[in-house]
């Protein structure tokens, strides 16, 4: 599967942004942080992956959750 097939799907409008911009920077930025410490952090703690379809399994459980 593609992006441009996943986005529709999702309802998720795909932009692009200025390059060299540090608003954008910024926001990108302040995004994977939150990513890495709801997540990443977390999972890991829990439990070992072995391979990347079980990570994608827990991701995926975990947006249900929410």
């Known amino acids: 599967m593609t992006v441009t ?9 795909h932009t692009k942004t200025q390059a060299m911009s540090l608003q954008t920077n910024s926001i990108c930025e302040y995004f994977h942080k939150t990513i890495l410490q709801e997540f990443y952090q977390v999972t890991f703690r829990k439990k070992r992956y072995h391979d990347l379809e079980a990570l994608q399994k827990t991701g995926q459980l ?3 959750l929410q």
């Not at 097939?5 to 409008?13: E, G, S």
């Open 5 to 13: 097939y996943i986005l529709p799907i999702n309802d998720i409008d």
């Open 62 to 64: 975990l947006r249900l």
